[in-house]
């Protein structure tokens, strides 16, 4: 890589002087300056990556208002008791040590594409050649009446972003009696990680078979069916956890009463369970939303598939759950890993005035587990097509697994391990 090629605007002096900054890293000062939006798997890896791949001549900084990255995959295993959040939980020191990443901890509340400067919560702003915006998702609490008050005060959790409430969750079912009802409920698709919700009822159900056998797990979903493994998770159910588990379709929840703990539906008789674990529907996050660039269904921020350039402001970048997927790509932290070195290899390209890779590629594999110590994965690889403009799956790529198993319950954690490795050491 050649570092001359990719400060922009400068003559061979200044060229001199942006490679010799005096914390071992250029001065940022004069080589092109790319802010990063979100720290997550999205955000962290497009930090590294645009880093890296530029031989650290490119300035980024990434804003962050989390000291440190927790992850939400795997936590469906803090609720179960199996990990501890600490074990999910990384440093942003390498991202900065090791890559000369700058690190921002706090929120950006707002930006302007034609002045090309970010606004962070804290009043100050910085500016930027090329913007990527990782936020993930906003949870929609206002969609199901009376949810936002129930979460804010901790007696109906979603716990769908890891933190505080993954833990508070798990507090919920450690103090359910035996013979309590544990209810979750799934919004209409799309959503982030398929899987997700019906790997979080299958752990609650063995830790319930394990401690406290006369209760019961519900899963509301407003969807037609399982929209992810479907086959896979309704058999473990009913080989696993019989009666202790039952599912239910077209459920799509309305309000919440946090009183009396009751679940109310469009069209559905009224729920009550001992632990509601309601996880609302989602969009992009806010600060997509507010900047307009969420134009699909008002949710979801459009993009040109071979950058990841949002196809409404230029030099702005989306990456991650807050975009509208190609076709059977799910919102998962492995894809926005691939999208955002998509969009890293992009911007350096484009900064480059080189042009942009015509076939990018991409892979995912999503594990889940339905039991602690039982695992199952569907995986895919996705290459872009130029026809469709779109992601497409490769034909005969990937697969599914035929039965759960050992090895995908420790592949699972392996993945996860090594995710974390990619977006952040
Ligand atoms: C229970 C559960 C299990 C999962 N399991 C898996 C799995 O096994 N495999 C898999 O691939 N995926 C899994 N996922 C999905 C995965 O977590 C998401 O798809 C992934 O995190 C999306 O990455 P992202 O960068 O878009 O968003 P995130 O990782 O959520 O990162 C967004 C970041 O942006 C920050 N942010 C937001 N707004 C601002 C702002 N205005 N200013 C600055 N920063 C901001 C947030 O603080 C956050 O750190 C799981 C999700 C859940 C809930």
């Given at each position: ?53 530029s031989d650290h001549t490119i300035a980024v900084t990434l804003i962050e208002p989390n000291p440190q990255y927790v992850s939400a995959p795997l936590s469906n295993r803090v609720i179960d008791g199996e990990f501890a959040l600490a074990q999910l939980t990384r440093s942003y020191d390498s991202l900065r040590r090791r890559h000369g990443v700058r690190l921002i901890a706090d929120r950006v509340s ?316």
């Amino acid at each position: 890589m050649n570092r001359r090629q990719v400060v922009l605007g400068m003559g061979a002096g200044s060229i001199v002087s942006a490679l010799g900054g005096c914390a071992g890293w250029p001065s940022s000062r004069k080589r092109a300056q790319v802010v990063v939006v979100g720290g997550g798997c999205g955000g962290a890896t497009v930090a590294k990556y645009l880093s890296l791949w530029s031989d650290h001549t490119i300035a980024v900084t990434l804003i962050e208002p989390n000291p440190q990255y927790v992850s939400a995959p795997l936590s469906n295993r803090v609720i179960d008791g199996e990990f501890a959040l600490a074990q999910l939980t990384r440093s942003y020191d390498s991202l900065r040590r090791r890559h000369g990443v700058r690190l921002i901890a706090d929120r950006v509340s707002s930006f302007d594409p034609d002045a090309k400067r970010v606004v962070l919560g804290a009043g100050a702003s910085l500016r930027y050649d090329k913007l990527v915006l990782a936020p993930g998702i906003d949870l929609e609490f206002a969609a199901i009446e009376g949810l936002a008050a129930a979460h804010a005060d901790g007696r109906i959790l979603a716990a769908w972003t890891a933190g505080r409430d993954t833990v508070g969750l798990r507090a919920q079912l450690q103090a359910m009696p035996d013979g309590g009802v544990f209810a979750i409920t799934i919004p209409e698709a799309p959503y982030r990680c398929p899987p997700a919700p019906y790997e979080r009822a299958s752990l609650v159900a063995a830790y319930l078979k394990r401690c406290k056998p006369r209760s019961k797990v519900l899963v509301l979903d407003a969807n037609q069916d399982v929209i992810a493994m479907g086959s896979l998770f309704k058999k473990a159910w009913k080989e696993l956890y019989g009666d202790l588990l039952e599912y239910r379709n077209h459920y799509r929840a309305v309000a919440v009463d946090a009183d009396t703990q009751t679940v109310r539906f469009d069209v559905q008789e009224d729920v009550r369970a001992d632990v509601l674990n309601v996880l609302p529907p989602v969009r992009a996050g806010a600060v997509a939303q507010a900047a307009g660039l969420a134009n699909i269904n008002a949710r979801w921020c459009e993009v040109d598939f071979r950058s990841f350039e949002s196809t409404l402001a230029k030099d702005v970048y989306v990456v991650g759950d807050a975009i509208q997927a190609a076709p059977r790509m799910p919102k998962s932290g492995h894809l926005a890993n691939g999208h955002a070195k998509v969009a890293a290899a992009a911007i350096i390209a484009a900064l480059r005035q080189q042009p942009l890779d015509p076939q990018a590629m991409m892979t995912n594999t999503c594990y889940s587990l339905v039991a602690p110590n039982a695992g199952i994965h569907s995986s895919a690889v996705y290459r872009y097509d130029s026809v469709h403009r779109s992601f497409a799956t490769v034909p005969e790529s990937g697969g599914t697994s035929f039965e759960p198993d050992a090895t995908d319950a420790a592949g699972a954690v392996a993945w996860a391990t090594n995710l974390w490795a990619d977006m952040l050491a």
